[in-house]
Nanobody
């Protein structure tokens, strides 16, 4: 299994970035996908997750209204559109895949990075103020 994240970079506060994560070696539509981030000296934290069909999503409170997670199962790809970026969004962003059979709705397990099976290598997002 390989998850290849890309799209990070340096952007000014208020700007936008679109992260991509291309998956291979797994049946993509069977996996809940998530985006997490980790800033220096901090633990990895949940950003957003999307169910297997791409119908339902959940977001960290700070991401609501600014970030949008989406996926295309035919392309084996998940995206994270990030708008109105702030300096506190600076971190390495990781995509992850969770193959559990747990139903998506109401399941807080998908907010927990320890629950995910596979991880991408991370892409750096730096927001300058």
């Amino acid at each position: 299994v390989q998850l290849q994240a890309s799209g990070g970079g340096l952007v000014q506060a208020g700007g936008s970035l679109r992260l991509s994560c291309a998956a291979s070696g797994l049946t993509f539509s069977n996996y809940v996908m998530g985006w997490f981030r980790q800033a220096p000296g901090r633990e990895r934290e949940f950003v957003a997750t999307i169910d297997r069909s791409g119908t339902r999503t959940r977001y960290q409170d700070s991401a609501k209204g600014r970030f949008t997670i989406s996926r295309d199962n035919a392309m084996n790809t998940v995206w994270l559109q990030m708008n109105s970026l702030k300096s506190e969004d600076t971190a390495v962003y990781f995509c992850a895949a969770d193959g559990t059979a747990v139903a998506f709705t109401g399941a807080n397990v998908f907010l927990n990075p320890a629950h995910y099976d596979f991880w991408g290598q991370g892409t750096q997002v730096t927001v300058s103020s």
